[in-house]
């Protein structure tokens, strides 16, 4: 087999294209994640070779002269462990498969290394929820209550996992430190980590006698109703977190948290920009013209005095102080902007029109 079929490169492939086909490959077949073995020592021999420019160009020179006689791959060079091996003066470049065999065996693997630090493994989930709201909403502060089906404290155990009156003893095999030495053997040799304990999963602890509703979890799937409250002024997309509202955890550890995230209805009269309203008015022609004193809706649903002014044109806009949405988080509200859209008739009465012609003759 072609070394570059093998890496699935070109044999125009730069360093970087060889070593990143090569993790690729590394991570699918190595044994120690139910890979084929003999397909990781294909790979690994072909990576060997490619990635030493001297080995590289006599492999493309004369081909595959390295294992002849049928050896075990690698054996045609010899690795240098550290860099006290002796062998034809190259050595294995162990910065290369580093990564790889940090993810298989921990950071560890290597001896004296740093432990790895892993998330807890019995906190509960975060849930994530979607609440509607319409304008009106955001005026003032609101509560919003919300039922969640998800994993809540079992009653019976107050969240332990044991039997009331039981005890819950301390881990034997790991002494309650929820870790275990574990030696791996792998074509590269054996390899001593730290894994998780098969008999307490991790926890350090195991119940004497397991509840009986639970079955030793601290928890079981119930309905819990939350009472959210909704800031005045929260626009869409913001996100409120409840610290401890989401998943309960394993056998007494940390709750999940409730993430609500906020979606703003559109309103049939204004429009939201900000912290800023927008709406539109209709005025005739004569009250364009002439000026009037008209009443509008706020959003509050209180009425406004509002002066259109003599000479009016479409498009013209009015401010209101004070009739906005309030500042999320501060003091003080965003303002109300009308804008005015002139009325042209369509249809005219006879006198309508012989008044209009009265006007254009006026040169109006």
């Given at each position: 087999m072609d070394y570059y079929e093998l890496l699935g490169v070109q044999k125009t492939a730069s360093e970087d294209e060889i070593k990143k086909a090569f993790h690729k490959l590394a991570h699918k077949y190595h044994p120690d994640k139910g890979g084929d073995e003999k397909k990781f020592k294909e790979i690994n021999e072909a990576y060997q070779v490619l990635s030493d420019?001297?080995?590289?160009?006599?492999y493309d020179q004369y081909g595959r002269v390295f294992d002849q006689g049928?050896?075990?791959?690698?054996?045609?060079?010899?690795?240098?462990?550290?860099?006290?091996?002796?062998?034809?003066?190259?050595?294995?470049?162990?910065?290369?498969?580093?990564?790889?065999?940090?993810?298989?065996?921990?950071?560890?693997?290597?001896?004296?290394g740093r432990r790895s630090t892993k998330k807890d493994s019995r906190k509960g989930k975060d849930i994530q929820v979607d609440v509607e709201l319409n304008l009106e909403r955001t005026l003032k502060e609101s509560v919003e209550r919300i039922n969640l089906y998800k994993q809540v404290i079992c009653n019976r155990c107050a969240g332990v996992g044991a039997e009331p009156g039981?005890?819950?003893?301390?881990?034997?095999?790991?002494?309650?430190?929820?870790?275990?030495?574990?030696?791996?053997?792998?074509?590269?040799?054996?390899?001593?980590?730290?894994?998780?304990?098969?008999?307490?999963?991790?926890?350090?602890?195991?119940p004497e006698k397991p509840c009986n509703v639970c079955k030793g979890e601290g928890r079981t799937k119930g309905q819990e109703t939350i009472e959210v409250t909704i800031p005045a002024g929260i626009d869409t997309n913001q996100v409120i977190r409840i610290d401890g509202k989401g998943e309960a955890g394993r056998k007494g550890a940390?709750?999940?948290?409730?993430?609500?995230?906020?979606?703003?209805?559109?309103?049939?009269?204004?429009?939201?920009?900000?912290?800023?309203?927008?709406?539109?008015?209709?005025?005739?022609?004569?009250?364009?013209?002439?000026?009037?004193?008209?009443?509008?809706?706020?959003?509050e649903g209180t009425n406004i005095?509002?002066?259109?002014?003599?000479?009016?044109?479409?498009?013209?806009?009015?401010?209101?102080?004070?009739?906005?949405?309030?500042?999320?988080?501060?003091?003080?509200?965003g303002n109300l902007y009308v804008e005015f859209k002139v009325k042209t008739p369509k249809k005219l009465s006879r006198k309508q029109k012989e008044l209009l012609e009265k006007l254009k003759e006026e040169g109006m």
């Open positions: 420019k001297q080995k590289r160009a006599q049928g050896a075990d791959a690698g054996q045609g060079f010899n690795w240098a462990w550290g860099n006290g091996a002796q062998g034809d003066g190259a050595e294995f470049d162990m910065g290369d498969i580093g990564d790889v065999f940090e993810e298989f065996f921990g950071a560890g693997a290597f001896g004296g039981t005890k819950v003893k301390e881990c034997f095999s790991c002494r309650g430190t929820g870790q275990v030495q574990q030696v791996k053997k792998t074509i590269f040799g054996s390899f001593t980590t730290l894994g998780t304990c098969p008999e307490c999963k991790g926890e350090g602890t195991i940390k709750a999940g948290n409730l993430f609500v995230r906020i979606f703003v209805k559109k309103h049939s009269v204004f429009e939201r920009r900000g912290d800023d309203l927008f709406s539109f008015v209709d005025v005739s022609f004569p009250q364009a013209a002439l000026g009037d004193e008209i009443e509008i809706k706020s959003l005095l509002l002066e259109v002014p003599a000479g009016t044109e479409s498009g013209k806009i009015l401010r209101i102080s004070g009739k906005g949405i309030p500042h999320f988080g501060g003091y003080g509200k």
